[in-house]
């Protein structure tokens, strides 16, 4: 972005035009490269009973960090067990499951198995819908299903107390968000000589910039 006179970066007059440094980057790429290398060369040594195991465990480990996010802290026994279930992998007893924990599995493994296909409005509130299955955030009722409103005031990442909250972050005001989320989502779903791992990084900065939704 340039240097124009703007508080948030999607107020740049030549917003979203990314731009990164790729030679301060491409030494960890090519790292992480050889670190995938590694492990799918190891995976394919070993039986598919192993693979399922270390496939359950990345899965959970994904799906508790991400809830860990949004505060959430998920039973890692339940989490296990639902994606155990799915996969058709043995573990013995299974844990209860509750229906938030079934909804956090459904996304990611529908964001994971299903990665190659189109992102949509339409994935994007199921996605959101699984993780709020009775459409409340806490005690707070939440738009599900759609973008966020801004009924009650602009998005915002704040902290502090009450009187003295010190505001980090405004996201794009609500009226905004059809266009904006339009241009996202076919960005994302474009080819792209971008190196895989950039275009995660610039998705996931570009997404949460727009901010939304109400929660999640």
């Excluded at 060369?41 to 860990?68: I, M, P, Y």
């Excluded at 890692?76 to 043995?90: F, N, T």
């Amino acid at each position: 972005m340039k240097s124009d006179d703007y508080t948030y970066i999607w107020q740049a007059g030549d917003w979203p035009i990314w731009r990164y440094d790729l030679a301060t980057l491409v030494h960890r790429l090519a790292d992480v490269s050889h670190a995938q290398g590694r492990l799918m060369g190891r995976l394919a040594d070993v039986g598919v009973t192993l693979r399922d195991q270390a496939s359950l465990l990345t899965l959970t480990d994904d799906v508790v960090k991400t809830s860990e996010i949004e505060g959430e802290q998920l039973d890692v026994g339940s989490v296990r067990s639902s994606i155990a279930r799915r996969m058709g992998v043995d573990i013995g007893a299974l844990a209860p499951v509750d229906r938030h924990v079934e909804g956090v599995v459904d996304m990611v493994l529908d964001a994971t198995g299903n990665c190659r296909a189109p992102l949509t409005r339409e994935r994007l509130f199921g996605w959101h819908a699984a993780l709020f299955p009775t459409g409340y955030s806490g005690l707070s009722r939440i738009t599900i299903g759609g973008w966020r409103d801004d009924a009650t005031g602009a998005m915002q990442v704040i902290s502090g107390p009450i009187g003295r909250q010190r505001v980090h972050f405004e996201a794009p005001p609500s009226e905004r968000l059809d266009i904006e989320c339009a241009r996202f989502i076919d960005w994302s779903n474009s080819p792209s000589a971008l190196p895989p791992l950039i275009k995660a990084g610039l998705a996931h900065l570009w997404f949460v910039t727009l901010h939304p939704f109400d929660d999640g």
